[in-house]
């Protein structure tokens, strides 16, 4: 899918317009020629490597499930929460995230990995995640009005977010939308959050046409359709499989699925908040393919941390890449990584990259004061 639209970017001080969009024009050439010449190449080794992944995945999942299921002490029981996070964190991103947004799409021998066939092992609605994630949140980056991702609940993750409606302290919002954060996330995008958390006074609705019957009903469904599966086989089957062991094995399928939600939730929110990065106001577009570009990556934070990690992350440690390229698989965005700093410093496009842990408090500070600055005083003021 090429993009609509191209979006803002705010002539700077990179010399007059002319030598701005000048500058631009190449920088998004640049761009380009690294798109077709990685794409180009992409093939075998990059299906044989994912279905590698997917075993070592698979067999993660197997010992992790058998040691929960037979598990007599705290060593075993905690090993098996270990190998099972494992898998189900890379299933949500280095293999799951990569597949819904087409990486393997067309490539012989990787058909189970297309994005219209792949099953996540979530509880997050594939089609209307790709519908929320793919088309809008990567093609109108942090804008208002056009991303639904600039906030995750009543969360604001950007000023020109819409202040919160209610008046629940930040710290137990985070503490409920961390942990569950592939639940958060699944009522998002299917349009649940319009229905009971969207104050119409105040915004629009992100996914919904509006809360007539049909389309509550519509949210419902999609919502459900990944939720019941999901639950019964964490919560039901195979606890039930243990016996008497029900407890201990339900125990440890929430934990797995709580450590992957949380490393997620801590992958996620460094990606474009911060208060260094850029967020746009309605209405705003880029003038050119380049602009776009550029809006993107101003939009956009990376952050360091080991291959081991990268890979638990789904590469997404390299956002700047990701959005620039979202439809390569994870492993090629860290091996074009310093071809893209270094082509964004040659035309003044400003990169950042910092540890995780300093990306992360930056983001959680942006949530704090964002926060304070739209609690319900905010909505009232927005109300009158």
Known sequence: MGHPDPLPTARDDAGPPAEADDRLRRFGEEIDSIRRRVEGSLGDEDVQRVRRLDRFSRA????????????????????????LWIHKQLQAIEIGHAALHGAYDGL?????????????????????????????????TNVAGRDPDIHFGTVRLTEHAAPRAHGLRLATELLLAIPNFGTSMNLHVTGMLDVYLRDPRVERLDFLPDRSPASVRGAKRRALRKFVPYWLKEYLLFPTLAGPGFLKVALGNWLAGTLRDVYSAATIYCGHVGQETAAYPEGTRAQGR?????????????????RPLSILCGGLDFQIEHHLFPRLPPHRLRAIAPEVRAVCERHGVPYRSASWGATLRGALARVVELSRQGGVRAVAREMT
């Open 108 to 140: 012989p021998g990787a058909e189970r990995y297309h994005q219209e066939r792949f099953a996540w092992d979530l509880p997050i609605d594939e089609a209307s995640w790709r519908a929320a994630h793919n088309v809008r949140h990567h093609q109108y």
């Open 290 to 306: 380049g602009a776009w570009y550029a809006m993107q990556v101003a939009a956009t934070n990376n952050f360091e941390v080991s």
């Open 60 to 83: 993660m999942e197997v010992v992790g499930r058998l040691l929960l299921h037979f598990s007599f002490e705290p060593a075993s029981f905690a090993a098996g929460v270990l190998a």
